[in-house]
């Protein structure tokens, strides 16, 4: 069974695809075209898909996009009514109208905010793409309750609805086919349900508690549910306009950051100051029972007013959305580019601690839900890689898997798996409930849940009725496992288990995943070029290169990086996600603490106060950081340990923390042994890995990595085992 997964017509338009269980190929359309979290169709990374899998679109079974409009609509209905009334009835003047049969469709329409808005989307800052919001550094209010405003969102929203609704007519027109030749059997996938079942069907657990905690997706903030098998049970949501993501977005927004993405920055700001403004905060996100929580909304426009949202074949662009009374509280809005104040770095440092007041509120919850330990996360505040390194510290979790495409990339494969459980077992046994209200859940759970779940047979029977998967298949649980099996040797297999063992108290699971099926545990999807491919370019380019061996290769590249020289290293597939994991990273020495100075000025243009972060070998992860669960994607910040600091300052964030990507030989063998490389020379068994690219989205292609090369002063960059320095041709 193929099936094909795809965002669109949101940030970071992302495609995936999946055969008979195993991720085949992911990758973001703004690797292809070059726009920084492009929103538009993945026109380019649906032929990249299909072209790494071998096949046609006319060979594809389903097709997935993680955006289903109809979702949640009775709700939507009910917010729409009243916002509509509530518009109606502050317009001097005009004339009352009911809502009356086309309720449902402006119910869709004034709501789409609600199914498109991810906040936190990624790191990094967005490119300007000239249609900024801000203008001087104050904001131009779209949308802001006039009538135009209201029909020029109605208007992109019918629109963006529309596409969403017409995949079939959108995928065959992207790539030039007739209707006709797509055979596959097309699905809505809801956005939180994509989210989860990313976090789920390729992690290494059978049976885990998930999170999905993120801006908007139909009409969604936040979802969290149980996984078992290839179930999934829906346990508690938070409905629009409450959002964590939201809040962030908006303090982002205020603190002068207007870009989509920027959140990132915000994170990194937070170590510099006191969260004096903590109170404003609890005031701003209000904690409820059951893990629920509610925003004071007199601090934003999105539920009143609408936020213009532009999702069109461009970097996303959202505008306003926090009100008047952020000002009133904390003073004027600081303008871009202005020189941050205390006010600035304690609003950023106020804003995260609440943020992870909240996430920890909720997923203490989750674990009173479920009794488990091992946990899914998900979502675009799952970028939030700050609030993910205490969640062992503030929760009983002891297993944390974070979809390395946390983010709505990852909903490409959340739809995929989502289809895949799906379809795999017969569709008589396959529901889809919506949750009415929290106290319809917890009324719902007390006869459905019993304390912890029980492990093994019989998860499914009594639940289905509430999860949007089947209860599990025993035979083609088994089936599966012996397709997978087929696919890897024992000492293959054999590998996993230590990584999992390395947690401690977390071997109670090492063997689920074996029980089930593909487990991600990089996030290498991407493309990958041959050495032929790699040296034509390089010849195209005139530039001299040499050739080195396997071993040589990851010797020379340590030897380079430990006598200072800015080094990119572009090897095997791109990686899936926002971080670059050593395979479209620029390395450095992390013991030089003038190095982040040398990268900003020499290449990456950055804010100073950004960190930049570590990769160590999995083995060392405990002599220098003060937690030592496997971070392998780069979502994880952990203190390091004060003896240690010193030692690598260029990794060593204000506060004393870094953002590891732990590395082990199993899952990236090469940065491995470049890494093993640096120890052997240094002692010090971690770089400094940023990742390859200019204020743009990261290099896909050789050619991508060689103008990026070319336009900076990086001084080796390695293409494979190829080898091309500055020096060779500059002196
Ligand atoms: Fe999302």
Redesign the pocket.
Known sequence: MIILGINAY?GDAAAAIVRDGELIAAAEEERFNRIKHCAGFPTEAVRYCLREAGVGIEDVDHVGISRDPSAHLHKKVLFAARRVVGRRQKAEGRRQQAVGSKQYELATLLTEEADET?AFPAKGSATNNGTTPFQDGSFAVHGNGNGKGLFSQIRNRLANAAKVRDLPEELSRALGISREKLRARFHNVE??HA?LASSFFVSPFRQAALL?I??F?DFISTMWAVGEGNSIKILGQVEYPHSTGIVYTATTQFLGFPHYGDEGKVMGLAPYGQPRYIEEFRDIIRTEPHGQFRLNLDYFRHHAEGVDMTWDNGSPVIGRIFSEQYAHVFGPPRAQGAALTDRDRDIAASLQLRLEEVGFHILNHLHEQTGLTDLGLS??VAYNSVMNGKILLHTPFRRVYVQPAA??SG?AIGACYQIWNQFRVPSSEFRVEELSSPKDTENRLQSAIIHPLPLGEGWGEGLSSSSFAPSPNPSQREANHAQRSSRQTESELGTRNPKLEASGSELETRNSKLETSYVMEGAYTGPEFSDEEIRNELRLSNLSFETYSDEEVTRYAARDIADGFVVGWFQGRMEFGPRALGNRSIVVDPRRADMKEILNERIKKREPFRPFAPSILEEHVGDYFEQTHPAPTMLMVYQIKPERRAEIPAVTHVDGSGRLQTVTREVNPRYYQLIEDFYKLTGVPAVLNTSFNENEPIVCTPRDAIECFLKTKMDVLYLGNHCVRRRSFEF
């Open positions: 949101h991810s956005h939180h989210h999905s993120d801006g997706g979502g675009g983010g709505d909903t």
